[in-house]
């Protein structure tokens, strides 16, 4: 086989694999003993003996991911002693079946999302592939969030086995009222994993709106489409991040594009019409409280609580943790107030689980990130924004099933910042 080819069909696997990844729910799965398969397992299951057969049989391809490794050793080496943290945390759990069985799907899912992509070279037209795959994910799982809207209720719902589920899981399944609306679940088991994906697609989808000429209506039709499912998502942390979102692109709209004068006064002059009447109709009415349901923006009496909860089992168990994934079992608060549920912060899960070693490492690499913005190319500032919002985003949020789709575009943004040119040259269509 020769590697063209080969290169070829790994960035079909890889598209296929993000597809399906975001459009098919994970609840949607075939039990096999102590785990079950997924269409996208399935597909990740192909991708990753793929990969790892050409990196046995192709020598262009490993000095590929050896160069670009070495390009990037600082984000390399915390990710990798993030992920080795995270698998010692095993060693020391009270339940190593569990734990095992959580940080093997969490170690090749998000090990692999991070370094297929360093193993693939980078061209323009493999750049359209992989935004292709997302703008038509993402439409999918608007159209889904359209349909339930009119339905009220999640339209896989009814295809699930709930014998199989927690009590957790089934009453995240079903309808939820706030505000008297319905609060949306898309393709996704949690609601308000919906949100946290929308923070971190809107400015992905608007960098690579900027790398075709063809697709331009596409991406513009599905980004209102994400923004308008905001609304009925409803999660007080997303909406509060996708606000300085746009406040983000009205300042680089203003102070940093070529746009005309004209039009940059008339939206100056738009704001302050707008903001100033915000301010009075929530002074008035009260409205953004009502929109959360009476709840206030910035406290949360169930993550305060879940703080306090955990400080004494932090301290006995610093260095290592309770245990990879068994860290909402132990602190027995989850979300909605329910037992072995999630913990709503994801700093606060990853010191649970796996000791401080893992969040120092974490905590370095999520400040690298923040602090690469103020030397990254201007090309590249959307998908780095994405990334640097998701982020801030897990402050109130723990999630893990999204994570490698993260991992993913984190180590698309580091090639295409890559110092060789040669690897990531969007004029050059011979790929």
């Not at 939820?176 to 308000?192: E, Y």
């Amino acid at each position: 086989m020769k590697i063209q080819l080969f290169y070829k069909r790994l960035l079909q696997l890889l598209c296929l694999f993000i597809f399906v990844y975001i459009i098919v729910p994970n609840y949607l799965a075939i039990s096999l003993g102590a785990f079950y398969i997924s269409i996208d397992r399935l597909v990740f299951i192909l991708l990753l003996v793929y990969w790892i057969f050409g990196l046995f049989n192709f020598y262009t391809m490993r000095r590929l991911l050896t160069h670009r490794i070495k390009s990037n050793k600082a984000f390399v080496t915390l990710f990798v002693l993030f992920l080795f943290f995270n698998l010692i945390s095993v060693l020391f759990s009270s339940d190593i079946e569990v734990s095992l069985k959580r940080v093997m799907i969490f170690f090749l899912y998000n090990f692999s999302s991070f370094f297929i992509i360093f193993s693939i070279p980078i061209c323009k037209k493999t750049v359209m592939k992989i935004g292709n795959s997302l703008l038509y994910s993402s439409l999918i799982v608007a159209c889904y969030g359209v349909i339930e809207i009119f339905m009220g209720h999640n339209i896989f719902g009814q295809f699930l086995d709930k014998s199989n589920l927690t009590e957790f899981q089934v009453a995240n399944l079903e309808s939820k009222i706030r505000g008297g609306v319905h609060r949306i679940q898309s393709s996704f088991l949690n609601p308000l994993v919906l949100g946290q994906f929308i923070v971190l697609m809107l400015p992905v989808l608007l960098f690579f709106r900027t790398k075709t000429k063809s697709n331009i209506t596409r991406y513009n039709i599905v980004i209102t489409l994400l923004f308008f499912l905001l609304f009925f998502v409803r999660s007080r942390a997303s909406t509060v991040i996708l606000v300085l979102g746009l406040v983000y692109l009205v300042y680089y709209f203003i102070i940093i594009s070529k746009s005309r004068i004209e039009i940059k006064l008339i939206t100056l002059l738009f704001l302050f019409i707008l903001i100033p009447s915000l301010i009075y109709l929530n002074s008035d009415n009260g409205f953004i409280i009502d929109f959360f349901d009476g709840k206030d923006l910035t406290i949360d009496s169930n993550r305060e609580t879940q703080l306090l909860l955990a400080v004494p089992i932090i301290l006995n168990n610093l260095w290592t943790g309770c245990g990879f994934g068994l860290g909402a079992t132990v602190l027995d608060f989850g979300s909605l107030n329910r037992a072995n549920g999630t913990i709503d912060n994801y700093f606060l899960t990853v010191i649970l689980d796996s000791g401080i070693l893992a969040l120092v490492s974490f905590i370095i690499l999520y400040l690298k990130i923040i602090f690469y913005y103020f030397k990254v190319n201007k090309e590249n500032l959307f998908l780095l924004i994405g990334l640097i919002l998701f982020m801030i985003n897990m402050f109130s949020l723990s999630l893990t099933e999204i994570h490698p789709l993260f991992y993913f575009l984190l180590s698309f943004l580091l090639i295409s910042e890559t110092k060789d040119k040669r690897q990531f040259n969007y004029n050059n269509k011979k790929c």
